[in-house]
């Protein structure tokens, strides 16, 4: 089968697909105009075989009309023989107006119907999209109406669970009471879901924390309650407890008495009538032993624990404003205190001290030990300590002490010292307080009078045994230094220190002492 070629372009190239596409319906334009040309081609035949027929069926005229019947064509034609004539003009003329019919090849004709299957099936295809389309978007929006109404409902639903949850914990109980917070807590437990997460949480939790704090409460007070009883047991019979039971007797009395708050006063009362016969009990057993011990160190280790828990059980006395506990505890006070003196006498003798090693305070490790609060300078170098007090005008003192650590009771202590300019004050004793209440003696290089002079150095030995308080400076015509048994009421324990005046200064060349007995060493 040959291939149709554009005339424009004959013998250049096939035609393309369109191009064969355009030709044949170029071709079905030609073939619509065709019934119309065809008219006039047949109108000419028709004419004639019309007037061939008149003229066979007619007889033969007479012989006159010959004569005249040819002498009408010569006059003027007849019609049908002007339809004749006419015939081939119209023939003639259409020819010339319509265009010559072209036939379409198999070849066109099979692709055309290729693709207007193509189309059709295309345009069925997109028919059936579109139903598809249209019946989703139909369930889209019938389904999201019916979502958002039964989402509307289960969230106005939700609102109502949530509201009687906390309605529910709210009204009519009371968290402060034992019954009613046990009921809450389980019905918050069981209805968790219903409030969990959401706005009503925080008010639900503050509702079970103070139904928890109830609940703890009632508990702790039925402890309290428990170890009261078996409290007042032991202070009621305290001959059957040791040393030992009786110490932890008297903590588990304090604690409780901390701890009345919860209980009231008449439960701090109980407390209190328990803990004074703990501690009669405890510092009778103490006082007891020690005597049984005779004049020891270890009689004299007693006595100093006793001291101390009296002191401490005399100063709660007087800041409880408890006048009949702080005159008990200070008259037994004062016993234990005339005791402890006997033995440390008879102890520490010239010959037992003379016994015992001295502690270099400004080499070693004690030259870490030194505390020096206030002070504008301070420096150990060589075996020589420098100490400079606050400036001129400032108002203030400073402090340097040694012997802290040790909480020194009975000790012997060596100092040489250079008072370069300035007032000073020694102390034996020292604590927590730098007045009148520790043993001390001044060192004054200004003032009227003042017995010590300025970059002059001085040797003095200090001796605290029991209560007495000795202060010697030998190699000096100074006096009027300590030599008195103190007070009951002074420091009985503490450091070695020095306080510096402002715009003073002092040197210390030697300081060693001798711990004989102390809160660390008893």
Sequence with gaps: MSEQKDPSNAGERPLSMKEKLMAQRRAQAGDAETPASAAPRQEPAKAQAAQAKPAAAAPAPKSAAPASASA?????????????????????????????????SADVQRTTNILKEKENKILNYVWMACGVICLVAGFVLWHSISTTKELKEAAIAREKQIDTALATLKEGRDPLKEGDAKWILEKAENTKADWNKTRVEASVREILRRAQNTLDQAKERGELTDRMNALEGQANS??????????????????????????????????????????????????????????????????????????????????GK??????????????????????????????????????????????????????????????????????????????ISIGDREQLRDFVVEIEFVPVRGNFRFYQRLYSRADNTVPQFDVYTRGN????????????????????YKVEMPDTDITGLPD???????????????????????KIQKLRFKELRSNKRQ
């Design 72 to 104: 009408a064509p010569a006059a003027k034609p007849s019609s049908s023989g002007r339809a004749a004539a006419a015939a081939p003009k119209a023939s003639a003329s259409s020819g010339k107006s319509r265009p010559a019919k072209k036939e379409i």
């Design 238 to 319: 305290p001959a059957a407890l040791s040393i030992e039971q009786i110490k932890t007797a008297r903590r588990t009395a304090q604690d409780l008495i901390e701890k009345s708050s919860l209980m009231g006063d008449e439960y701090k009362t109980r407390g209190e009538q328990a803990r004074d016969k703990l501690d009669r009990a405890y510092f009778d057993k103490l006082i007891s032993d020690a005597k049984g011990k005779g004049q020891s160190r270890e009689a004299l280790s007693l006595l100093t624990l006793a001291e101390i828990e009296i002191n401490t059980a005399l100063n709660t006395a007087a800041r």
């Design 322 to 399: 408890n006048p009949e506990r702080k005159n008990t505890y200070e008259a037994l006070f004062k016993q234990v205190i005339a005791d402890s003196d006997g033995i440390a006498k008879a102890i520490f003798t010239p010959e037992a001290i003379e016994k015992e090693p001295w502690k270099d305070g400004l080499s070693g490790e004690q030259e870490k030990n030194w505390q020096k609060p206030g002070v504008d300078g301070f420096q150990i170098i060589g075996g020589e300590l420098q100490a400079v007090g606050p400036k001129a005008g400032s108002g203030k003192n400073g402090i």
């Design 449 to 468: 009078d003042v017995p010590f002079k300025p970059g002059q150095s001085y040797r003095v030995i200090v001796s605290v045994i029991g209560s007495h």
């Design 484 to 506: 008195e048994d103190v007070n009951w009421t002074k420091q009985r324990f503490g450091a070695i220190g020095v306080e510096i005046y402002e715009d003073s200064e002092i």
